[in-house]
């Protein structure tokens, strides 16, 4: 959120006569750089969004390629030059404090270098070597591609009969594996907070009431007049009724009851403020998004819908609410009138959620194989990787539920320990701060943090988060060490200069080029030369374009 002012004084405020750009020319002199550089990973050499050399070296290894390939594989080597790349999944990598980073780096080296190398080619681990190292697909037990329509009855639940005579489901041992460090994060969060914070958050919360102290920005914002709280009680209680009525209107569609509906606003209300706390402290959001699709596929198993429509009411509340409070705080240090940000907020919120809608109709009419990778030309830009993984997730969690995957029996039940192990892992942590409280650096280890360097994979490849981490520690270590004056002039400028170019580049590559299906075709513009990475290695798993291992 720090950014923001910054970037507002850039653009808004005559800064003294010193060496070097002003942040107003640093700004559009990158923004210009950013907004033609685009061209090259977005149109021109995609290959520059992921450089595997490991696979143009060993073009014919699949354990080679498992290892080097920047989109199907662990990446090691990897590399990107395209800034949307490194920003896509853990945010700006320029405005995320270094400890954060390094949380994170830990956390990714553990996860991708260490476990599960182990799992895939030591243990064989869930049957690992049946299926790509890494995939954001679903399996039979065949290393085939899983049909979920071949178990689906025509009201979209689980045909129980169809699914015992298909088979089981299968992950990729990454997805597996990440599913379950969301089972850690979830507890590691909510006793992390509990250890650390818990004192902080009682009295910060008995003062509240009391109004006993307000800081300088408080006092000068008492100049002007105070949102109603009954603004926000309208509000609330408006938002909750439209949405029961969703429930009871649309029933049988939606799949979820009021008590459903409920259950996740409270889910939102318990989770918004632990949540919050390492947002504000790491700019990092842990989710729980696995765990809130865990709770309600017990609840409610065999209804895909319901459970999708469950994560959406509940962890995007989550994101929507801490987003809002972004804006408020960010209000309150400009100086901004209060009822003016709510104003403004409400008709944002109103103008975006209608856009959004009319936008995804609109896609969904005008293109072409929307988000189906095997039928869009090779160079679309349409392969919804984000959405693939929601889509996979009403899977696992919502069709064919949790008690069949992760309960007494089930393949992944394992993983479920994993709720144990993150609670109890910032213990440790905790008691080792109060021994050593001249130790400043103990109080930054942050397992919810270091656990999300295994979050988002998939979507995100290991190339995504090891270059934002490779990004990160230049600027947030290096730089800010060596050139302090530099970085902070420039470095929050840089961050938007390079979001606003690649998005603007972005949005014209498309209506000029891409909707119109104008690709070019060369060397360079494949994304990773890494064909065999998706090969599975178990002796006897036949799969289209892979070698049979015997």
Sequence with gaps: MVSLPLCYRALHEEEPKTKGMTRMQFFLAFLT???AYYTFPGYLFPTVTFFSWVCWVWPH????????????GLGVGAFTLDWAGISAYHGSPLVTPWSSILNVGIGFIMFIYIIVPLCYWKYNTFDARKFPIFSNQLFTTTGQKYDTTKILTPQFDLNTTAYDSYGKLYLSP????????????????????????????????????????????????????????????????????????ISFVWKEDVQLQWWGMLFAFSLAWLLTLPIGIISATTNQQPGYDIVAQFIIGYVLPGKPIANLLFKIYGRVSTIQALSFLSDLKLGHYMKIPPRCMFKAQLVGTLVSGTMSLAVSWWMLESIDNLCDVEALHPESPWTCPKFR??????????LIG??????????????????????????????????????KWIPLINIPVISYGFAGMPPATPTNIASWLITGTIFNYFIFKYRKGWWQKYNYVLS??????????????????????????????????????????????????CPVFT
């Design 61 to 72: 290894s699949i354990t080679a390629q498992q290892i080097g390939s920047g989109y199907h």
């Design 389 to 398: 993984v929601t889509f996979d997730a009403s899977v696992i969690w919502g």
């Design 174 to 245: 990454l997805f597996a594996l990440s599913i379950g460090s969301g089972f850690a994060r979830f507890t590691a969060t909510l006793v992390h907070v509990t250890l650390f914070h818990g004192r902080d958050i009682w009295k910060q919360s008995r003062a509240a009431v009391k109004n006993v102290k307000l800081d300088v920005h408080a006092k000068l914002m008492r100049s002007y007049k105070e949102v109603p709280q009954w603004w926000f009680h309208m509000l609330l209680l408006g938002s909750i009724a439209l949405s029961l009525l």
């Design 496 to 545: 938007a200069a390079l979001d606003a170019g690649t998005a603007f580049m972005g949005v014209l590559l498309f209506f000029a080029l891409q909707n119109e299906d104008v690709f070019i075709k060369w060397w360079g513009s494949e994304p990773d030369h890494c064909p065999l990475a998706s090969c599975p290695t178990e002796p006897g798993i036949a799969v289209n374009g």
């Design 402 to 439: 949790p008690e069949r995957l992760f309960g007494p029996g089930g393949l992944y039940r394992n993983l479920v320990w994993l709720f144990l192990i993150g609670a109890v892992l910032p213990v440790p942590v905790w008691v080792l701060s109060k021994m050593y409280p001249e130790k």
């Design 33 to 35: 750089a950013s907004f």
